[in-house]
């Protein structure tokens, strides 16, 4: 299995461009989640899907965030209009029911200069 | 979820093992007790997890106490690629009662540095 992929690697925008996050969860995996790290505010839950659903966004910053689900094979998470303070590594996991184990995809780097 | 304490670092010899401590004293009857790592720049790695009796796997070992108000992680011959960090977690698993479906709330953690 490939694991969790996440495109791009890295990204580098100017304020006030919109950036598109994208990911593809394991196969068979039901609940997907978009992370946030930076090196003030640690590692922290933006949203969470649940077989395509948005359960709880209660960690997405602020409207300029959005997030979707179209399928069970691709998530993206949008920011519009991006601002410097949006820089971070933006991690994307996925989980199947029966397991107790998130699965992280390798990150995208995002900086907005 | 409980909340976790750990010591921001620690230090470890290489071949030696690595003892990393959790307190987590308001845990719930069942709430398990998780380990991720996370080395630099990469996402975040399952170690092992437990509820209230001592598990091993072939990454670690988790020692619960009895009244499981902290634990232990180890690592029982640490390498250099064990420099991470260690965060404890505790949580309702995906499906149990009280799910928050696999919701991870991670702390600071602790830096281990393993050193030749």
């Known amino acids: 299995d490939a694991g969790v992929i996440q495109s791009p690697r890295h990204e580098v925008t100017e304020m006030g461009q919109e950036v598109t996050l994208r990911c593809k969860p394991i196969s068979g995996h039901n609940s997907l989640f978009w992370y946030r790290q930076t090196m003030m505010r640690g590692l922290e839950l933006l949203i969470y899907f649940n077989n395509n659903v948005p359960i709880d966004d209660s960690g997405m910053p602020e409207d300029r965030f959005s997030a979707k689900m179209p399928n069970a094979s691709f998530s993206t998470l949008k920011i519009q209009p991006s601002e410097p303070r949006d820089s971070a590594v933006y991690f994307c996991?996925?989980?199947?029911?029966?397991?107790?184990?998130?699965?992280f995809g390798p990150g995208t780097r995002l900086t907005v200069t | 979820d409980a909340k976790t304490t750990q010591p921001p670092s620690m230090d470890c010899a290489e071949g030696r093992a690595a003892n990393l401590p959790c307190n987590h004293s308001t845990i719930s009857g069942n709430e398990y007790v998780y380990w991720y790592r996370q080395i630099h720049s990469q996402g975040p790695q399952y170690i092992i997890h437990g509820l209230k009796n001592n598990e091993t796997n072939e990454m670690a070992s988790l020692i619960i106490t009895e009244d499981r108000k902290s634990s232990t992680l180890i690592l029982p011959h640490a390498t250099l690629r064990d420099t991470a960090v260690y965060y404890c977690?505790?949580?309702?698993?995906?499906?149990?009662?009280?799910?928050?479906?696999?919701?991870?709330?991670f702390g600071r953690g602790t830096q281990l540095t393993v050193w030749p």
């Open positions: 977690i505790v949580r309702v698993p995906s499906g149990g009662r009280g799910s928050t479906l696999g919701r991870l709330y």
């Open positions: 996991a996925s989980l199947t029911g029966g397991s107790r184990e998130q699965y």
